[in-house]
Structures are given as structure tokens and as C-alpha cells.
């Protein structure tokens, strides 16, 4: 079965266009503050969160329980998306992205339970690899729902081995800076990907071909609420009467960044979109309906 192409029937350019520029002077930049950057030590409450509760055997219960929608919705992520490649209307860039993305939330679910389970410095480490996986998935589908598929390539080996690099940094020597560039760096990346496709859809320009059409406002929204959660974790606690506390519900909040591009992948989305002429575009420019092959 023929699935879309990633690049367009035209002579491949070797020379980056002004987006993919401009990306590489971001990822440069970023590495260059993580080099130059201060020494940033955990301190001696890391691993204190503000619900040690104990249920049925099970230490720290709320915060290892809550990584559950993490697997799910990783695992129902996966399926959709192989039922929408044995479709054959996605296009192998979107599809690795995508798979890399559900991917990590799975191995983020095991991770954080590991690690809320057995809070520790090593343990954290796992925690965060999985993080890695999902955060380079996600910045790669993004990049190519803005830029193009070479650059989501390079965004995607960049933040794996950036990320990989900053981890092994920690665990060393227990530095977190190049750890909190990256992540901080791939936010603001998301968050001006999010503006440029808000700017675009409010100037009526048609999404690029082929792609999903994945709202990165609600992504980025999301993850801000999880973050916001995340540091309010002993006054949420305190707030809900000792029911919640903020880290708990600040995995619900990270998993459901999930949900847009689960959205996106519906089968009753017009989420494919097509490099070449085809009878449907006269309908609508650039879009083929959900579950239409590809001759």
C-alpha cells in the first residue's frame, strides 16, 4: 500500500529554507547555554512531595497510581495510529513522530511509578529518560507540522542526544542545568511553533500537506497547567483537604497533552493531507477525508 509522501514532487533542496535556519540557530543557542550555563545541584528536599501517603502496600500510592493514564493513553495512541497507517494516509515522517511520541508515554508511565515508588536519584533518571522519548516525539511532530520533515528529523536526534547527554550529565555529577535548558528550550520551541500555526490559521492560510493538523495550543496549555500543579504540589494538597496533591495531578495533566493528538488521529478527522492533485481537493484544498486510500 502507497502511504504519502513526506516531500514534495519537486528536486530536493540541499540548502536549509529560512525556517529550518532559523531552527538550527535554536538549537545551537541552546546548546551553548547549557555549556555556559551554572552548576544547578538538587536540593535536599528533591524527592520530599507533599502526599506520603500509604495505600494497600503501596508508598507514595496517589503519585504512582496517578502515572496510570500515561500507559493508557500511550497504548490507545499506538493502535489508532497503526490503524491509520494500515490506512495508508499518513505520511511516514508523521507516523515515526507520532509512534515516538505514544512510545514515551508508555515508558514515562513505568519510569514515574519506578520512581514514586522508589523515590531516588537513579530512579529519577529513569523517570526522566522516558520524559526524553515523549518530548522528542512530540517536538518532532510539531516541527513538522511547521517546517517540514527534515527538520522534525533533526529535532527529534538533537533532543535524544541533547537529552541523553544532559541525563548523563545529572548522573554524574548531579548537575541539572543542561537538563532544565532543554527541557525549558523545547517549550519555548513548542510555544512559538503554537504562535506561528495561531498566526497562520487567523491569516487563513491552508495547514501544510499531509499533516495532522495537531492543535499545539492545547498541547502547550497542557503542559503549562501541568507545571503549574508541579510546583503548587504541597499547597494543592493543602487546598483539597489532603484528598490531591499538585505532583498527583500534575500527571493527569501532562498525560491529557496526549489527547490533541490522539484528536488528531480520529477516524472522522480530515486529518490527512495531500502532497499531489487528487479529485477531493476540489472539495477542500489539501485535505482528504479519514479512511481514503491512496492509489
Not at 531552527?23 to 545551537?28: D, H
Not at 527538520?151 to 548523563?168: C, F, I, Y
Not at 517549550?187 to 492543535?215: E, I, Q, T
Amino acid at each position: 500500500m502507497e502511504h504519502l509522501s513526506d516531500t514534495p514532487p519537486r528536486a530536493f533542496r540541499l540548502r536549509p529554507s529560512r525556517p529550518e535556519a532559523a531552527l538550527c540557530a535554536a538549537l545551537l543557542a541552546c546548546l551553548a547555554l547549557a555549556l555556559a550555563g551554572p552548576t544547578v545541584l538538587p536540593g535536599p528536599q528533591a524527592h520530599a512531595y507533599a502526599d506520603q501517603r500509604t495505600l494497600w502496600g503501596l508508598p507514595h500510592a496517589l503519585d504512582v497510581l496517578t502515572n496510570l493514564p500515561f500507559a493508557v493513553l500511550g497504548g490507545c495512541g499506538l493502535a489508532r495510529l497503526a490503524a491509520r497507517w494500515r490506512e495508508g494516509a499518513l505520511r511516514a515522517a508523521t507516523a515515526r513522530a507520532a509512534g515516538t511520541f505514544f512510545a514515551g508515554l508508555l515508558l514515562t508511565a513505568a519510569g514515574s511509578a519506578l520512581y514514586h515508588w522508589q523515590p531516588h536519584g537513579i530512579t529519577l533518571l529513569a523517570d526522566r529518560a522516558g520524559m526524553l522519548v515523549a518530548f522528542a516525539g512530540m517536538l518532532a511532530l510539531a516541527v513538522d507540522e511547521r517546517i517540514g520533515a527534515r527538520a522534525a528529523a533533526l529535532a527529534a536526534v538533537a533532543v535524544l542526544a541533547g537529552g541523553w547527554a544532559a541525563l548523563r550529565t545529572w548522573g554524574i555529577t548531579g548537575d541539572q542545568w543542561p537538563w532544565a535548558v532543554l527541557q525549558g528550550g523545547g517549550m519555548l520551541l513548542l510555544l512559538a511553533l503554537a504562535a506561528d500555526a495561531g498566526r497562520s490559521r487567523r491569516a487563513g492560510h491552508a495547514p501544510l500537506p499531509g499533516r495532522l493538523g495537531v492543535s499545539l495550543a492545547a498541547v502547550t496549555g497542557w503542559y503549562a497547567l501541568a507545571k503549574l500543579l508541579e510546583a503548587g504540589d504541597a499547597a494543592v494538597f493543602t487546598a483539597t483537604g489532603h484528598l490531591v496533591s499538585g505532583h498527583s495531578l500534575k500527571h493527569l495533566a501532562a498525560a491529557m497533552s496526549a489527547w490533541p493528538v490522539l484528536s488528531a488521529l480520529a477516524p472522522g478527522r480530515y486529518f490527512a493531507r495531500c502532497e499531489r492533485g487528487t479529485p477531493w481537493r476540489r472539495g477542500r484544498e489539501g485535505t482528504m477525508p479519514a479512511g481514503t486510500k491512496t492509489q
